[in-house]
């Protein structure tokens, strides 16, 4: 392994530790004894169907100019109406693409979701689009979470994550940590794409 593809590990490691810890707080902020904080932001809580009762509730929040964010504890799917949806799998982080920007039914599990490719050629500014969106709404979500529920609530919610073997982004430098992330998915799309393309 050369200088530039061990960098090029390293940094989706990165990109996969900050999903993985993203999706425990989301996650948190579910079971928030306060109330749960995605419905109160405005997402809808799907529950599971008589014969999935061993999934958890799919979260889905319907946003401005056709655009919709679904969470799951194995990734997040987002879709632009203009520009067809993106799958980011938690422990992958290797962007997937749609040509469909809406889910036809809740992913109770990755066999739900749409068929899912790594972009073609012609698709890759499309699905880099819908990753880079993706990215600053869940940099938003940190900046929202600050500032309204304060950065003590999320230091709170990182306690349990933190288990001393698992990489931890501090609260105070979360949403900071999605905007870097931004930066090397935007400077170098291809290195998160799998090694066919790189």
């Known amino acids: 392994m050369n200088d530039h593809e061990?960098?090029?590990g390293e940094l989706l490691e990165r990109a996969v530790s900050l999903l993985s810890q993203q999706a425990w707080c989301w996650g948190q902020d579910i079971l928030r004894p306060e109330g749960n904080w995605l419905l109160e932001i405005g997402f809808d809580r799907?529950?599971?169907?008589?014969?999935?009762?061993?999934?958890?509730?799919?979260?889905?929040?319907?946003?401005?100019?056709?655009?919709c964010v679904v969470l799951r504890g194995f990734g997040v799917f987002y879709?632009?109406?203009?520009?067809?949806?993106?799958?980011?799998?938690?422990?992958e982080f290797q962007p997937r693409y749609t040509t469909h920007a809406t889910l036809d039914c809740p992913p109770w599990s990755d066999t739900d979701l749409p068929k899912l490719n790594t972009p073609t050629e012609s698709q890759r500014n499309a699905c880099a689009t819908l990753t880079l969106d993706l990215i600053d709404w869940m940099r938003r979500y940190e900046v929202n979470i600050v500032e309204q529920?304060?950065?003590?609530?999320?230091?709170?919610?990182?306690?349990?994550?933190?288990?001393?073997?698992?990489?931890?982004?501090?609260?105070?430098?979360?949403?900071?940590?999605?905007?870097?992330?931004?930066?090397?998915?935007?400077?170098?799309?291809?290195?998160?794409?799998?090694?066919?393309?790189?």
């Open 6 to 8: 061990r960098a090029e």
């Open 79 to 91: 879709g632009d109406g203009q520009w067809g949806g993106v799958f980011l799998p938690r422990y």
């Open 46 to 67: 799907i529950e599971p169907p008589a014969d999935r009762k061993d999934c958890a509730s799919v979260y889905a929040l319907a946003m401005p100019r056709r655009r």
């Open 149 to 198: 529920l304060g950065i003590e609530y999320r230091r709170s919610t990182l306690l349990e994550w933190d288990n001393g073997t698992r990489p931890v982004v501090p609260a105070e430098n979360f949403a900071s940590a999605w905007r870097e992330l931004s930066f090397r998915v935007a400077s170098n799309f291809n290195a998160f794409l799998g090694p066919s393309q790189t």
